[in-house]
């Protein structure tokens, strides 16, 4: 699949490690950054997603959110895909059948104006988002309470990460991507409601807080087909309460 990033925004929350390692599948772990775990809502529309093999006409222009743990699988580090949220039901249905993302259908509101993207996402199941991005005011420099020092270092951290991983009883899969350079800046987001990582069912109130806003644009991305590979035996398995 390929498509380009026209707007993207990665806002992202330092959590409880402990909250993390639970929600995580079979030999992956939480990615730690100054004792804390992290996980990036990614904010993007999307231009012309579509296979690889099809030309541009055919692509679907839509909105998605996905919910990505930084996680390590072995001694390669990744992203674990916790939920994603599209406005394209048949993007909605197509996610679900190839992918590991975890899809729901949601309906979304934005429009940029006046230096500001407005980004508004109801779910139907504790995961709305309220959004006011100050595209405007871009900077190089970290917010003060961030657990980062520099953006170069945030950014090897939480942005330079090229595979998707999760797991079952019998397998450990595995999609990687292809993508051009993110050449980020640091925005302010002015509403800042995330439900879903503030007394979810998976987040407690209290076990994220939010530690930067990344905004990148006209970014090209291209995912490979799934790999699988057999995960270690192990005949205690038990399937992680949820």
Same mark, same amino acid.
């Given at each position: 699949?390929?498509?380009?990033?026209?707007?993207?925004?990665?806002?992202?929350?330092?959590?409880?490690?402990?909250?993390?390692?639970?929600?995580?599948?079979?030999?992956?772990?939480?990615?730690?950054?100054?004792?804390?775990?992290?996980?990036? &809502?990614?904010?993007?529309?999307?231009?012309?997603?579509?296979?690889?093999?099809?030309?541009?006409?055919?692509?679907?222009?839509?909105?998605?959110?996905?919910?990505?743990?930084? &996680?390590?699988?072995?001694?390669?580090?990744?992203?674990?895909?916790?939920?994603?949220?599209?406005?394209?039901?048949?993007?909605?249905?197509?996610?679900?059948?190839?992918?590991?993302?975890?899809?729901?259908?949601?309906?979304?509101?934005?429009?940029?104006?006046?230096?500001?993207?407005?980004?508004?996402?109801?779910?139907?199941?504790?995961?709305?988002?309220?959004?006011?991005?100050?595209?405007?005011?871009?900077?190089?420099?970290?917010?003060?309470?961030?657990?980062?020092?520099?953006?170069?270092?945030?950014?090897?951290?939480?942005?330079?990460?090229?595979?998707?991983?999760?797991?079952?009883?019998?397998?450990?899969?595995?999609?990687?991507?292809?993508?051009?350079?993110?050449?980020?800046?640091?925005?302010?987001?002015?509403?800042? &409601?995330?439900?879903?990582?503030?007394?979810?069912?998976?987040?407690?109130?209290?076990?994220?807080?939010?530690?930067?806003?990344?905004?990148?644009?006209?970014?090209?991305?291209?995912?490979?087909?799934?790999?699988?590979?057999?995960?270690?035996?192990?005949?205690?398995?038990?399937?992680?309460?949820?």
């Amino acid at each position: 699949m390929k498509t380009v990033f026209r707007n993207c925004f990665l806002v992202n929350f330092a959590v409880d490690p402990e909250i993390m390692r639970r929600l995580l599948p079979l030999e992956i772990s939480p990615d730690l950054h100054a004792d804390k775990a992290f996980l990036s &809502v990614v904010i993007a529309d999307m231009e012309k997603m579509r296979p690889a093999f099809l030309p541009r006409a055919f692509g679907i222009t839509y909105n998605q959110v996905v919910y990505r743990a930084i &996680v390590r699988c072995g001694t390669e580090r990744g992203v674990h895909f916790l939920r994603s949220d599209a406005d394209n039901r048949w993007m909605s249905i197509a996610g679900n059948l190839l992918t590991f993302f975890h899809f729901n259908l949601s309906h979304v509101k934005q429009k940029q104006e006046d230096g500001r993207y407005y980004f508004d996402l109801e779910s139907g199941d504790h995961a709305d988002i309220q959004a006011t991005f100050d595209v405007a005011h871009q900077s190089q420099d970290m917010p003060s309470a961030s657990r980062f020092r520099s953006i170069a270092e945030a950014q090897s951290f939480l942005v330079e990460l090229y595979a998707a991983f999760t797991s079952d009883a019998r397998h450990i899969s595995t999609v990687r991507i292809k993508r051009g350079a993110w050449k980020i800046t640091i925005v302010e987001d002015l509403r800042g &409601v995330y439900e879903f990582m503030d007394g979810s069912a998976l987040f407690p109130s209290g076990s994220a807080q939010l530690d930067s806003v990344f905004y990148v644009s006209n970014v090209s991305y291209y995912w490979f087909r799934l790999e699988k590979r057999p995960r270690t035996p192990d005949t205690s398995f038990q399937p992680k309460p949820r």
